[in-house]
């Protein structure tokens, strides 16, 4: 069965510096969602995509954080500079109205930030 | 705004004891709910699903029961087993604006003995 791709899956980083994240959803899901997941919390969404254009980005925080789906296929999530309270877990998630908009979610990338 | 409140953990259980972990949640209109599993160092994977009022959500013996009078989605099973250990997180979706986000709550890690 097709699979939401993501790496890397471990990042480590400093605080101050630059780190992106590649998300490649099922092949032919319009919708892409990324999610943070903070240890011991539930996921929360950062941006959902509808083929290339941002739907919801209103929990994004915009000043350190930007997402782009270019062509509408895969997906890149970008911090900088990276704070020691962006330590989390990033979760890509797709769906595709073909299937109920049911979202399915890749392995997502751990980052940790010292 | 839409929330979720369930159960937290973690809880453990032996092999074969009955499970319910609570779930309740808060929004407007009608919402689909949704129970997904964590296992670990796996993304999340949906368990069952409730589309509308008093439907029942059911899959590899875990049902739920979509209860609009208590706004309430409780996780059961029988009898669980060893390789139910896991983080169960519920979820509500609701249509806000072009977009359907996942709403879920903090997550319930639950830990099954042989």
């Known amino acids: 069965e097709a699979e939401v791709a993501q790496s890397p899956r471990y990042k480590i980083t400093e605080k101050s510096q630059a780190v992106a994240f590649w998300c490649d959803p099922i092949?032919?899901?319009?919708?892409l969602y990324w999610y943070r997941q903070i240890l011991g919390q539930g996921p929360e969404l950062l941006v959902q995509?509808?083929?290339?254009?941002?739907?919801?980005d209103s929990q994004l925080p915009k000043d350190r954080f930007s997402a782009e789906r270019l062509k509408g296929v895969d997906s890149t999530l970008k911090i900088q500079p990276a704070e020691l309270g962006d330590s989390a877990m990033y979760l890509c998630?797709?769906?595709?109205?073909?299937?109920?908009?049911?979202?399915?979610f890749g392995p997502g990338t751990r980052l940790t930030v010292t | 705004g839409d929330s979720v409140t369930q159960m937290e953990g973690p809880v453990t259980l032996s092999e074969e004891a009955f499970l319910t972990i609570n779930c309740t949640y808060t929004a407007t209109g009608y919402p689909s709910l949704f129970w997904y599993v964590q296992y670990p160092g796996e993304g999340l994977q949906l368990l069952l699903k409730?589309?509308?009022?008093?439907d029942k959500g059911s899959n590899k013996g875990f049902e739920a029961t979509y209860r609009k009078e208590t706004t309430s989605f409780h996780l059961e099973k029988g009898s669980v087993q060893v390789s139910d250990s896991a983080v169960y997180f519920c979820a509500l979706r609701n249509y806000r604006g072009g977009s359907e986000k996942l709403v879920f709550g903090k997550g319930m890690k639950l830990t099954v003995n042989p």
């Open positions: 998630a797709s769906s595709t109205l073909d299937r109920g908009n049911e979202q399915y």
């Open positions: 995509f509808q083929d290339e254009s941002v739907v919801d």
């Open positions: 409730a589309t509308k009022a008093d």
């Open positions: 092949s032919g899901h319009a919708t």
